[in-house]
């Protein structure tokens, strides 16, 4: 989306409800005519009491669209910023095309897509962390993933990123006085306190912030986990416990399993595919080989690999060559005497008798970066935002190494300013056309 429809000065109208049949249907509308399109549609000569459900019939002319309820949020105290309308009709995508182009008809312009929260940045009624919380909100797909969008819709996250920049503002200030005498001798103590206030306070949150970046953004964009093993040593029986239903056929016949099977659930509020494969052994059928091919492959991808063996048979217990699993598991458990041992890391588990399963799910959410007490503070839960935090720790690293040497630091105060504006492309201050562009693009139409 273009910078100029935001600043067209137009009021936009559009669906804000899902496309399809439903109960209810509303059409948002935003701008300096919201009320008078409304007015109008409504053959109302009188203007709406703010924060008051009317209700009204819709008309096209002296014909009746729909009757249902409008609501008014005056300027500045709305959603985007801007006179708010909503019409809130029944559910039929025919109704709600009508009123629509009528709408239209009566002035105003299509909004383009994620224009209203756009709008909203724009008048400061959100930053721009916040404006990804509302699609994040839209997009999670289980309660944890929907608590952290919460967090960054509350603008906890932007606030964290802001307490960031205004403690550099300041180490940048003190930098930057010392430049404007040059004739003065800096202490060598000095430059020392000023590397202090960058590793204390800024460098290490930072780093604590993107050890957890891989967790934040696999709570939204999902992880693959892969389960592999010899044949018959109950990988299939793993991966219906895991799921909660019978979705793998389990046979005593080795080979049962000849294609890779998918599945989607969740680990610890992480949305995973999991996948069972065929039994890793030499065969000479040519369908079976290719199984085994492809079990190899989605060992090799997969964000966490599961390796199962079988406690009554001591052949599986041995890593299948070219496999590099993260979690180990000894299935049967139950089947063999208190005596018999294994390594270690091999987790014991009986999918029989169901015991050992949630050591299984708790070393796979480890794998995949859950922290006990993760989710009390934002997190990075966007590549966009890790790819800033990670601009402005290295440019605060190299301004440390800079701040070694009194000839060097006017180019230390060069990174600081340069750390300064990633951590600003976060929250969207600066000028980020582009950078707005490309977030708003990814929202639907009525949002």
């Known amino acids: 989306m273009h910078a100029a429809a935001v600043s067209d000065g137009a009021t936009i109208a559009a669906c804000a409800t899902a496309a399809g049949r439903g109960g209810i249907g509303i059409i948002r509308l935003s701008g300096t005519q919201a009320v008078a399109v409304a007015m109008t549609l409504c053959q ?30 005056p300027a500045p105290a709305s959603y985007t910023g801007e006179d708010v309308v909503e019409l809130q009709g029944h559910g039929s995508p025919v109704l709600l095309q009508a009123i629509l182009h009528h709408c239209y008809a009566l002035g105003c312009r299509p909004a383009q897509a994620g224009e209203f929260t756009r709008r909203a940045v724009a008048n400061g009624r959100m930053d721009l962390s916040q404006a990804e919380g509302v699609i994040a909100c839209i997009d999670a797909a289980t309660e944890r993933a929907a608590r952290q969008a919460q967090r ?71 992880a693959t986990a892969v389960i592999v093993g010899t044949p018959n ?146 997190l990075i839960t966007r590549s966009r935002h890790r790819d800033a935090v990670q601009r402005a720790s290295q440019a605060l690293q190299t301004a440390c190494h800079l701040l070694g040497d009194e000839a060097t630091l006017d180019l230390a105060t060069l990174e600081l300013r340069r750390a300064h504006s990633a951590l600003a492309e976060i929250v969207g201050m600066g000028d980020i056309e582009d950078i707005l562009d490309r977030v708003f693009s990814e929202f639907c139409i009525g949002k």
Not at 48 to 70: I, M, S
């Open 44 to 73: 109302r000569k009188e203007s709406f009491t703010p924060r008051y459900a009317h209700l009204c019939r819709w008309f096209d002319h002296d014909t009746c669209l729909d009757e249902g309820l409008v609501l008014y949020f």
């Open 233 to 378: 040593v109950g990988k299939s029986s793993l991966l219906n416990a895991l799921s909660g239903r019978d979705r793998a056929i389990v046979s005593a016949t080795a080979g049962t399993t000849r294609d890779v099977l998918e599945v989607d659930f969740d680990i610890h509020g992480i949305p995973v595919r999991l996948l069972d494969t065929a039994g890793l052994r030499h065969s000479n059928d040519a369908i079976e080989q290719e199984g085994v091919y492809r079990a190899r492959s989605q060992a090799e991808m997969a964000d966490v690999t599961v390796l199962v063996a079988d406690a009554t048979r001591p052949e599986t217990w041995i890593v299948p060559e070219g496999i590099s699993p993260h979690v180990y598991v000894m299935n049967k458990v139950d089947a063999v005497a208190d005596d018999v041992t294994w390594d270690a890391h091999y987790l014991p588990l009986s999918v029989h008798q169901g015991q050992g399963l949630s050591d299984v799910i708790d070393a796979m959410a480890a794998c995949l970066g859950d922290e006990p007490a993760g989710d009390e503070t934002p």
């Open 152 to 222: 960054h819709l509350a603008g906890e996250f932007g606030h964290m990123i802001q307490q960031r920049m205004h403690e550099l503002l300041g180490i940048t200030a003190h930098a930057e006085a010392c430049l404007d005498f040059p004739e003065e001798e800096i202490p060598p103590l000095f430059l020392d306190q000023l590397r202090d206030q960058i590793t204390q306070p800024l460098l290490q949150p930072i780093a604590a912030m993107l050890r957890q970046a891989d967790f934040g953004e696999r709570l939204f964009n999902g």
